[in-house]
């Protein structure tokens, strides 16, 4: 195993030279995956492009060397490339993600820092019960909340829902297909009632597997659209968003004891 490429994130223990990473900043986005790297990481090495699922290995001015990885789309395609990555020695997980805030106090351009997770999933339930707890890291959870106080950046803490699909189950009505199953009308405002903060697809399924594979993991989301007031994403505060992300999660890896 240790000497193998790994057939979906494309590289294996082998490529990861005499000091090898132990954290991962995972996103959904090559793009966003390829602009960690060569923008806040020093010394950058392109470890695939495969399928899409770009990784890169970089280090901070301190010389920690990190992983910045691409995780797709969805829960599913996020499990497979945190399977792989935990079988090459990463220990532990920031995702760095976009989300829809369903809150109205929460603004577009905000992030949401996620201390658990109300797991939709399907691919969650191969790996876990549905009872079994989406919790993220507290360690993790608490240097993200410092870091974001310690840059002035606007944050808020709490619960995420986690959903397999964009469109639907996000009581989404503007797109292919208006016509939402009735489980799923009204959801939203259930939602808003148990005070869940937020939207998106991945992090449910990275706690659920964090605890089952016994790494640390948390999630850290930019808001890119503003659900009490519309559906669409609001492009023209969509970077800014990200990159209060980004900052965010490493940042916080200085308040971790590695």
Do not use: W
Not at 56 to 63: D, I, Q, T
Not at 211 to 227: K, T
């Amino acid at each position: 195993m240790t000497e193998q490429s790994f057939y979906h994130i494309g590289f294996g223990k082998q490529d990861l030279g005499s000091q090898p990473p132990t954290i991962a900043l995972l996103s959904g986005d090559p793009q966003r995956a390829g602009l960690i790297a060569q923008t806040y990481l020093q010394d950058v090495k392109v470890l695939s492009e495969n399928r899409g699922l770009h990784s890169y290995l970089g280090y901070l001015p301190n010389g920690q060397p990190i992983l910045s990885a691409t995780s797709g789309m969805g829960a599913p395609s996020l499990s497979i490339v945190v399977n792989e990555l935990v079988q090459v020695g990463i220990q532990k997980i920031i995702r760095i993600g976009t989300c829809g805030s369903i809150q109205p106090y929460i603004p577009v351009g905000s992030i949401v820092i996620s201390k658990a997770a109300l797991c939709r999933q399907g691919a969650a339930n191969d790996i876990a019960p549905v009872e079994y707890p989406a919790a993220a890291d507290p360690f993790i959870t608490v240097a993200l909340v410092q870091a974001a106080r310690a840059l002035q950046i606007e944050h808020y803490l709490g619960i995420t829902a986690s959903v397999d699909t964009f469109y639907e189950g996000q009581e989404r009505t503007d797109s292919a297909n208006p016509y939402l199953m009735r489980r799923l009308i009204g959801i939203t405002e259930e939602y808003r009632h148990l005070h869940i903060l937020n939207y998106e697809m991945e992090t449910g399924t990275l706690l659920k597997m964090a605890g089952v594979y016994n790494f640390a993991a948390a999630s850290v989301c930019a808001v890119v659209a503003q659900r009490t007031m519309g559906e669409e994403v609001i492009l023209n505060k969509k970077d800014i968003a990200i990159e209060n992300a980004i900052l965010t999660a490493i940042n916080a890896i200085k308040y971790l004891d590695i």
